[in-house]
């Protein structure tokens, strides 16, 4: 395979410096109030310095501090120390940064993490959300966090991130009027909620909102994030929607996988044959929308038959029979750069080709996606199969296992298993979180 340079080498570069942070370089203090020291005059004596001095009592929130710098420390050692025994999952091979780092990490997650989420706001626009839609990591997320009982606490003096459980989809459906174009209900509803939460509660105005975290797969999920200015600069955003032209921060937000549930399980979506009964080398179908999608049409529409691409799919065939028959299944962004066709891949043992511009794959701070993926750019598009076919047999094989491997990251289960994506999700907030450090007011 031909070696690309450009954004995407760079992007990565990114990626691993953020990831670097947690083993003890930080991005970000916040400090509401720093603490001005006034020198006194040396010809001065206090007898103030005779009295005894009171044993300062530690605020909850150095004790929390405290915590995550252990973590950090610990974290840091990873990278020299043996791999440590875990009886369910060890992370080894090239589909991550540093597998080890990355194992201790996700240890000091399970051993400490804990999340308060906000009680206040009623349902549907708040404390619910979609499992079965393409938007379904929105409901799936809301349902996990609030039931889970190892990472959710009821104490927040004891919390290292809250939660603001809204859902931009529920706001879009029962807020925003349909071909409105007014964006304004949906702006007040997560402005008015933060204000609320900030009245009640000293923790939002304490950090200035850089220890809250939201959640929304909607397509407009960004959007919504800026109707309160500290929410979308000093929040953590976990967003399908990762677009570093909309203002995605990869060091401060988080990217999440979209996957389209049609009935809220898995059953049937996971699995595939061998690479030697794979007869296809490529294949896309899909409606016509954004910029990446008419240039591949126009292209490949058609036109070879190792190079599947479809508008629409030929009476009687099966799009996931046609992942499953495919050595690569192309992934080019529609009007927004998520698609849930990167997971239906990997379902499917199928490697991901991503035709993007300005993604930011989820987990990227963990996983290397060039290890198991093909990264084109749109320039490229022409030189698809030439890019494809360069992959020797032996490379492609080794990006096939590595798929198998790395697709429990991206897998729902109900209740959360350990490594899927409930946890990769919470993983990777847990990661941001430990970029920030929060002083008293």
């Not at 590595?402 to 990251?409: N, Y």
């Amino acid at each position: 395979m031909r070696k690309r340079v450009g954004k995407t080498k760079l992007m990565n570069k990114d990626y691993r410096e953020m990831f670097n942070q947690q083993n003890g370089y930080y991005n970000r203090t916040i400090q509401l109030n720093p603490i001005n020291i006034a020198s006194s005059s040396s010809n001065v004596t206090s007898t103030a310095s005779l009295k005894p001095m009171k044993k300062r009592v530690i605020s909850n929130l150095e004790k929390t501090e405290f915590e995550l710098q252990k973590a950090r420390v610990a974290i840091k050692a990873a990278s020299m120390n043996d791999p440590v025994d875990d009886p369910d999952y060890v992370p080894l091979g090239p589909m991550y940064w540093n597998a080890k780092v990355f194992h201790r990490s996700y240890l000091e997650m399970e051993k400490q993490f804990k999340i308060f989420v906000y009680k206040e706001g009623e349902p549907p626009l708040f404390h619910d959300g979609p499992c079965k839609s393409i938007y379904s990591m929105e409901g799936n997320f809301i349902y996990e966090m609030e039931t889970d009982t190892r990472f959710r606490t009821n104490n927040p003096e004891k919390a290292h991130a809250f939660y603001l459980p809204l859902s931009v989809v529920k706001m879009v459906r029962y807020v925003y009027e349909r071909d409105s174009h007014d964006f304004s209900p949906i702006r007040k509803t997560v402005r008015d909620y933060i204000d609320l939460v900030g009245d009640k509660y000293p923790y939002w105005n304490r950090s200035i909102g850089a220890d809250h975290f939201m959640l929304s797969c909607h397509d407009w999920g960004p959007e919504a994030s800026f109707s309160h200015p500290h929410l979308g600069e000093n929040s953590i955003r976990a967003l399908c929607n990762a677009n570093t032209s909309e203002r995605f921060k990869p060091r401060k937000d988080v990217s999440i996988p979209e996957i389209n549930l049609l009935t809220g399980s898995l059953k049937g979506l996971v699995g595939g044959p061998s690479p030697s009964s794979r007869p296809i080398l490529a294949f896309f179908a899909g409606g016509v929308h954004g910029p990446v999608r008419p240039v591949l049409l126009q292209h490949w529409e058609n036109k070879d038959n190792d190079i599947r691409v479809h508008k629409y799919l030929p009476k009687g065939t099966s799009y996931s029979d046609m992942m499953r028959n495919s050595k690569f299944c192309i992934c080019p962004s529609g009007y927004e750069v998520a698609s849930p066709r990167i997971v239906e891949a990997l379902y499917s043992g199928c490697v991901p080709v991503l035709i993007n511009s300005g993604y930011v794959p989820p987990f990227s701070d963990v996983l290397n996606w060039a290890s198991f993926s093909v990264i084109v750019s749109v320039e490229e598009i022409p030189n698809l199969k030439t890019i494809l076919t360069s992959i020797s047999p032996r490379q492609y094989l080794r990006m096939y296992r590595r798929v198998l491997k790395v697709r429990r990251h991206f897998e729902v289960n109900s209740p959360a298993k350990r490594f899927d994506v409930f946890h990769m999700i919470l993983h990777s907030i847990w990661v941001r979180r430990l970029n920030v450090r929060i002083r008293e007011v």
